[in-house]
């Protein structure tokens, strides 16, 4: 029988696993864990049929296993270093080719959480690989009291940004939707149609097996579509494209000369709510663009505009009356897109979310428009030092001024704590690449860390529930923390989304919570992981236990019950059988007094310590009330050979 060595590496264990099983649910067959494989590097087989099969190493934290794919990608077109979710590559002859890309979205797709990726998406196009982009639609908004305010949605320029990448480029790039835990019935069939979760299989499998799923992709592009135009409709105000101006901007030739002949109605009008201090000059730039009636790129309340043509030389003598000794010079073949970026919280820490801004006005607008960046929030004075001394290296080191650098092709610095504005042209150099990219396959020796913790519990604990062993959460580094799951007798789930960092009380969001179903109640095993036993907090022990207690008095989000899918809850109560929480600091082992005195400083229940090696040796220390802990890890540990308990 052939085999065919895969590699999943992923942000972190849980997004490897779930692109395991998107490759599991492609070929319709289960996955087998090869007993032989570590709990830090799980490796499973999947059989095809009678002539082929595939191996798959889960790879978890990139950067850790002899190659930062992230960096394999600047280095063949990529414009940015952030990572996706999940790659999935292949070893073949002692090299290692990656074949696809993956992201996972589960926070509310609104504001600006809605374009966050946009940057992973273009920089994976740019290096030539595909990319597809999960993300939910239903999901609700809580108010404080975790009371349901209101469904949230993505604006629709955010996927129709996808489709405009994946016409212009010969990678695709396509986001595939599905129902939020949380969808109403009355959401769910206003969508249902929208949904590709299907098609993305025929996809991947297409990928793996080298066959046609043209089909697949054209479908998907068609309910992305519809998606993006149901979203449009259904916004109070005309302030998007709407109905069939979505399929019009997408098949013509330019989006910019398109949205200038078509969408003269769209207005740009700019949000006033900034919380950051401006100079006078930035005030009056924008309130005399606002003048201008821009255009937008479709949706008018995005921080992204284009100059009308018959404003061109209105604004570059603006510009020039506002920065007498700036020099400015702008291609006149060319419309020119302003992305208006506040880039810097009120005290100089960077805005994650604004760097999707320039990847997304890129991506709607190709090449055929420059990009004006400008740039106003109040960054501390080292960050403009290093924009004026060496913007190559401020591009490497601050994934900000890298989306602005390698994207936009002008940038303008207005901001109250530079002394002087900046304008300058970029050196963008944006071409897609046409090969695979290939690198040596490499078995590195493996600096144990967080990572690995996070995945030896999960190993351990997932997957059991022929032992009456549900995983509620698990959220490793990098994770998106969307959930914590009840479950009812082992069968209704229930799920409360949206969760908070730090509860009203001062709980403190596990790191992983496991389910034990009793006889005459519940066990909680409220889990802590850090790489060292040293770094977990103070009585981490009570704040994990609280945090639980506190959810549990608050209703679920969604539930579940067998064999059908996820639905808002609405009842009035949830009664939550008696339960115990069982508190427990995991890390990596030092020695026994570390044991005991991680396990009296945090006032936890219990200590899990890992050694990883050929085999892992997991070392228990507990209080006395928590001798049943021996009893599940007998039980988890039955058919895991290669790891060991050790029992203090």
């Known amino acids: 029988m052939n085999k065919r060595y895969l590699r999943i590496h992923g942000d972190n264990i849980v997004e490897s696993e779930r692109t395991l ?83 996972y979205c589960s926070a509310l797709p609104a504001g600006n959480n809605a374009w966050q990726r946009n940057g992973r998406a273009y920089s994976s196009i740019m290096a030539g690989v595909p990319y597809l982009y999960y993300a939910e639609i239903g999901g609700v908004e809580l108010d404080e009291n975790r009371n349901v305010k209101a469904p949230r949605f993505p604006n629709p320029i955010v996927p129709f940004s996808y489709l405009t990448t994946t016409k212009r480029m010969t990678a695709l790039c396509v986001p595939v939707y599905k129902a939020h835990p949380s969808i109403t019935e009355d959401l769910n069939n206003k969508y249902k149609n929208v949904f590709g979760y299907s098609e993305s299989l025929d996809i991947i499998k297409g990928i793996l097996t080298n066959v046609d799923f043209s089909k697949a992709i054209s479908t998907l592009i068609q309910k992305a ?59 009056e730039l924008v309130n005399t663009v606002l003048s201008f009636d821009c255009l937008t790129i479709g949706a008018k309340d995005l921080p992204i505009c284009i100059i009308p043509n018959n404003k061109r030389n209105d604004f ?62 109040p960054a501390k004075q080292t960050t403009w030092e290093g924009l004026i001394n060496s913007p190559k290296q401020i591009a490497k080191d ?40 290939i690198f040596p396959y490499q078995i590195p020796a493996i600096a144990f860390s967080e990572h690995d913790i996070d995945s030896a519990i999960h190993q351990i604990f997932s997957h059991k529930e022929q032992l009456g062993i549900f995983e ?3 959220n490793p580094p990098g994770g998106d923390w969307s959930g914590i799951s009840y479950f009812e007798n082992g069968e209704n789930e229930y799920r409360w989304t949206s969760l908070p960092r730090v509860s009203a009380i001062g709980g403190k969001r596990p790191d992983h919570i496991i389910q034990v179903l009793g006889n ?40 579940r019950t067998p064999k059908t899918d996820w639905r808002l809850f609405n009842k009035e109560q949830l009664n939550i059988k008696q339960y115990s929480i069982w508190s427990i600091g995991a890390f990596i082992y030092l020695n026994e007094t570390d044991l005991h005195a991680q396990l009296q400083r945090g006032k936890l229940d219990i200590i899990f310590a890992f050694e990883f090696g050929e085999e892992t040796v997991l070392h228990v220390l507990s209080n006395s009330n928590s001798n049943f802990i021996k009893d599940i890890l007998e039980q988890v540990g039955v058919n895991m050979k290669r790891l060991k308990i050790h029992i203090h």
Not at 76 to 94: F, H, K, S
Not at 227 to 255: C, F, H, Y
Not at 417 to 433: H, I, Q, S, W
């Open 21 to 103: 099983s998107l490759l599991s649910q492609a070929f319709g067959k289960e996955v087998q864990l090869l007993p032989e494989s570590s709990l830090s590097m799980p490796v499973y087989e999947l059989t095809i049929n009678e002539k082929e099969k595939l191996q798959i190493d889960l790879l978890s934290g990139h950067g850790r296993w002899g190659v930062d794919i992230a960096t394999e990608l600047m280095n063949n077109g990529g414009v940015l270093r952030e990572g996706a979710d999940a790659y999935i590559t292949e070893v073949i002859d002692g090299k290692e080719q990656i074949l696809l890309a993956m992201e």
């Open 225 to 283: 579509l519809s998606l993006v135009t149901l979203l449009a409709n259904e916004r109070r105000a005309v302030d998007t494209l709407r109905n069939n101006e979505w399929d019009n901007l997408l098949k013509s030739q330019s989006s910019g000369e398109w949205l200038e002949k078509n969408s003269q109605y769209l207005i740009w009008k700019r949000k006033t709510a900034d919380k950051v201090q401006v100079s006078s000059s930035f005030n």
């Open 316 to 377: 570059e003598a603006l510009l020039s009356r506002l920065y007498p000794k700036l020099q400015f010079s702008f291609d006149r073949n060319k419309q020119l897109a302003i992305v208006w970026i506040t880039g810097f919280k009120p005290h100089g820490d960077d805005s994650r979310p604004d760097r999707g801004l320039t990847p997304l006005a890129k991506m709607v607008l190709g090449n055929d428009t420059d990009i004006l960046t400008v740039v106003y929030g």
């Open 398 to 437: 601050n994934g900000l001024w890298q989306s602005i650098l390698n994207i936009c092709d002008y940038v303008l610095v207005d901001s109250v704590t530079c002394k002087n504005p900046l304008f300058y042209k970029t050196d963008a150099k944006l071409k897609e690449n046409p090969k695979s990219i």
């Open 472 to 474: 509620s959460m698990c």
């Open 520 to 559: 005459k109640e519940n066990i909680f095993l409220s889990i802590e992981s850090k790489q060292k036993g040293k770094d977990l907090e103070d009585n981490i022990g009570i704040n994990l236990k609280s945090y639980i207690d506190d959810l549990f008095q608050n209703l679920p989000t969604a539930y």
